[in-house]
């Protein structure tokens, strides 16, 4: 289940060559079974938003693993929504039932002014 969630600082919001606006976080997730454990990464909460990392991970026995999660948001939806905060849910879900129950961390989506 996952142990910490952080947004990484280096990079708290910027925007791409192509408009888009990117946020960075960091996510951590401890399997504390004796069996490596698969996890799936999804977001929610604000329209438009996406993920731009590989969703699945793969986690050892008795394991922690540290992943970069980047999600971002279209130059269009960015300019409606210019300086605000969004709201955004990650979940991650178990990819064997039963292993861990699904876990949901609320977060923000920073959109920087246009």
């Keep these: 289940m996952p142990d910490a969630f952080s947004r990484d600082r280096g990079a708290l919001a910027r925007q791409t ?66 300086g605000e905060t969004l709201p955004v849910v990650f979940q991650i879900d178990p990819d064997t039932a039963g292993a861990h129950r699904p876990v949901e961390v609320k977060s923000t989506f920073i959109v920087p002014r246009y």
Aim: charged content about 20%.
């Design 17 to 82: 060559g192509h408009g888009d606006v990117e946020n960075t976080y960091r996510l951590q997730i401890t399997n504390s079974l004796e069996q490596a454990s698969g996890y799936t990464v999804r977001i929610s909460g604000s329209e438009g938003l996406r993920l731009d990392t590989a969703s699945g991970l793969l986690v050892g026995a008795t394991s922690t693993h540290s992943m970069a999660v980047r999600l971002v948001l279209p130059r269009e939806w960015a300019q409606r929504h210019s």
